[in-house]
């Protein structure tokens, strides 16, 4: 009997994982990327740009609960705040629609990503990977980014520290499609803002700062004041590529306000909860749809195997409860 041939996309989902483990060691019970976070939760106020742009249904309510996870970058659940390795950050939003129905963004702190496809993405992981030990030039991941120019600007773009989760922003990687109630059809970006400027600091003060500076600090604003975040769609114009995460629009593209998150607790049993919460970069709702890219189906691939494998993990006997 012929074996049945495994789904490529399982195969790329479990390939991805494992590039990620070669690179941070294996963590049961964390992510393997992003794996240091904290969840809050807050409601979600539509905007009357963000109500005209799309017919999702907390576009047209008056407020939506809304769960908030903001992250380090690497899979490594310790990681100082002040580690060059811990940027980008990381946010996802679950809106939070009815019992069982929901939809998420995911965005993080540099505006773009280094490859086109997962397939790619996965190369330039095993490139990093391979060149730890590497001893001749080019290492595999100086030629990785001398063929690849997108990974090359996104490994170079400035990767500055926040003052605060609060004082960061946030893109999403991908294009979405957004069709209004009329039936109108527009592409555009997400841009997450902090309520007020964003505020960065310099290297040296940063490194001054504790391993935790970024956690201690949400932790006690939110105790006496609510977090808040403006989110925009940035708009394509006819004829901008809105089928590849490594295309940047101009700046003088419009942006539509979305609506505005406001955040005012921390999440209960907070660790247990970032565990067993899984994001999905597909948005799964009316009004709100894949732009084509062809990162979307693999990234959600992952998110929902790396959500298993954190679960399995800690129902185990002995598995992690940290």
């Known amino acids: 009997m012929t074996p049945a041939r495994e789904d490529p996309s399982n195969v790329l989902s479990r390939s991805a994982l494992q590039a990620f483990d070669n690179l941070n060691g294996s963590h049961p019970g964390f992510r393997p990327a992003h794996a240091k976070g904290i969840l809050l939760s807050g409601t979600f106020t539509p905007s009357a740009g963000g109500s005209s742009l799309t017919s999702a249904p907390h576009l047209h309510r008056a407020s939506t609960p809304v769960s908030v996870r903001l992250s380090d970058f690497a899979g490594i659940p310790a990681i100082p705040d002040n580690h060059a390795d811990a940027s980008p950050r990381g946010i996802a939003i679950r809106f939070h629609l009815a019992a069982h129905v929901h939809t998420d963004i995911i965005a993080h702190s540099v505006d773009g990503f280094p490859a086109r496809t997962a397939e790619e993405f996965v190369e330039f992981l095993g490139a990093v990977y391979a060149s730890a030990a590497a001893t001749a030039h080019p290492t595999p991941v100086e030629a990785f980014l001398g063929a690849h120019p997108a990974a090359l600007a996104f490994v170079q773009a400035p990767k500055p520290f926040p003052v605060s989760f609060a004082a960061e922003s946030f893109f999403s990687v991908s294009a979405y499609q957004f069709t209004s109630g009329a039936g109108a059809i527009r592409y ?113 691939d992952v998110y929902l195997l790396s959500g298993r494998r954190r679960r399995a993990a800690v129902a185990q006997p002995g598995g992690s409860r940290a």
């Open 188 to 300: 555009g970006r997400y841009r997450i803002r902090p309520d007020g400027a964003a505020e960065y600091l310099d290297a040296p003060t940063a490194a001054a700062k504790s391993a935790d500076y970024l956690f201690e600090e949400l932790r006690e604003r939110i105790t006496r004041e609510p977090v808040r975040f403006r989110i925009l769609v940035q708009l394509a114009d006819d004829g901008d590529v809105v089928d590849d995460s490594t295309v940047h629009w101009p700046e003088d593209r419009p942006q539509v306000e979305f609506g505005v998150i406001e955040l005012t607790a921390e999440v209960p049993d907070n660790q247990a909860e970032q565990r067993h919460i899984i994001f999905d970069p597909i948005p799964r709702v009316e009004g709100i749809g894949s732009s084509g890219d062809p990162l979307l189906k693999p990234r959600a």
